[in-house]
């Protein structure tokens, strides 16, 4: 089963993108900082989705590398898998080139991973599944 857990969007301003989506009508939830990806983020849930709302704190981090590069923009889209750990394993299996060959632990305690857009058709793509409930 997959489901599009949300959709990461490169901001320069997470102020003025959560303004936006407040004057649009929607809540902006959970704004954080994750220091390990280098970007202070926030969630805007649609529907049974999310936007994720990504800015920098590095100029170094992969968010401040894309907007220089590309600007403001969709960043990645990322799919909620049932078995994180064996979808990655059938992904090397056959060839898919990973951004880091590692599960990463995320906010909440969500696990996550990410495919390189060369392997996805032009789109980075990222893997993730819930933690473990009742923990
Ligand atoms: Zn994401």
Redesign the pocket.
Known sequence: MFDI??L?VAVKSLAAARTFYEHLGLSVVGEETVEGEQVRLAMVPVGESRI?L?EATSPESAIARFIAKRGEGLH?V?LRVNDLAATVERLKKSGTRLISEDIKVGAGGHL?VFVHPSSTGGVLL?L?EDPPQGV
């Open positions: 857990d949300h990461g994720e990504l990645h990322a996550y990222e993730c």
